[in-house]
């Protein structure tokens, strides 16, 4: 009993660090993207500023929306903490796990996307309708790329939980799977910039109408209800920065103050990571963004026949 509340304790500990940190990963990101590129830029804790201050302010609605509108910054925030409930992200086990957890990880984010469309689409705005679109087009084959990332998991460890894919199954086995875990870690982050609409898909700080994707769903939000959307896009970019932390450092067999050590390290070496990528690189062209992200499902494709050879 001792045992397992320890291990409780450890994952809650674990947890505590994810959502302290997340809004300080986009900050990160920016901030090394900033360095690079030759600019001054923000601080990296800019982020927890912004939620401050909005946090402070009222909520103003329109007059065409309804309830739906009211309730998608709350479901997406929800969404994107228990999705963190199923995250190992103490490298052992998650806070809550069930077989088949890991297609319910993918589903529950995906259902914090959905209703975030609804509210997009209650304004009555054809601009958000056409940012609402574009999103969940995307995230469609994001979530295809997710779930065959799992596959090959699965096919790796016999497990269908995240607990057990990224848990001390994938540690024992994580010497002889070197090259797939090296190449799903790959597909992950290059998912993640998708799913947390990063460039090359997407870029936060942009405002070109044609361009924009996540950011036109969300013009009409403001105060507390665009607080709770900004951090649960930073804390989805924690979870998958997470993922991908532990195919590359499987964490089982560490100590706690080490695991937790390790992660908060892990979260800043992704978000520098992310902010590299932006630097280095320019934003696709909308019709090729369905090709990025069928390419980087296909890395974990590749991973997936290395597995069954």
């Not at 900033?34 to 103003?60: E, F, I, M, N, S």
């Not at 507390?224 to 900004?230: G, N």
């Amino acid at each position: 009993m001792a045992h397992l509340t320890g291990r409780m304790n450890d994952a809650l500990l674990s947890l505590a660090v994810v959502l302290a940190m997340a809004p300080l990963l986009p900050g990160v990101a920016a901030r090394t993207r900033a360095v690079l590129t030759g600019r001054h830029g923000a601080p990296a804790w800019q982020l927890y500023a912004d939620l401050w201050k909005l946090a402070q302010r009222g909520a103003v609605y329109g007059t065409t929306t309804t309830w739906i509108f009211r309730m998608a910054p709350v479901a997406a925030l929800s969404a994107a903490i228990a999705a963190a409930l199923l995250v190992p992200l103490d490298g052992r086990a998650g806070i809550v796990r069930f077989g088949g957890d890991a297609v319910a990880f993918a589903y529950v984010l995906g259902l914090g996307r959905f209703l975030l469309a609804l509210g997009a689409l209650d304004t009555g705005s054809s601009f958000e309708g056409m940012g609402a679109s574009r999103d969940v087009t995307f995230a469609s084959i994001v979530e295809f790329g997710l779930l065959l990332t799992f596959a090959a998991l699965a096919v790796a460890t016999g497990e269908l939980s995240l607990s057990g894919m990224f848990g001390a199954p994938l540690a024992a086995k994580s010497g002889a799977l070197a090259a797939p875990l090296m190449l799903l870690a790959l597909g992950l982050f290059a998912l993640m910039l998708a799913e947390c609409a990063r460039v090359p898909v997407d870029d936060p700080s942009t405002h070109l109408e044609l361009t924009m994707v996540h950011e036109v769903m969300v013009l009409d939000h403001g105060g507390p209800d665009l607080a709770m959307i900004q951090y649960s896009g930073a804390l989805k970019l924690a979870l998958f920065s997470a993922l991908a932390l532990g195919l590359v450092v499987p964490r089982a067999n560490w100590a706690a103050p080490a695991s937790v050590a390790g992660l908060a390290a892990g979260l800043l070496v992704s978000a520098a990571a992310v902010g590299v990528v932006e630097a280095v690189t320019a934003r696709l062209r909308m019709a090729k963004v369905p090709l990025y992200i069928f390419g980087s499902a296909a890395i974990g494709g590749f991973a997936l026949i290395l597995l069954l050879r």
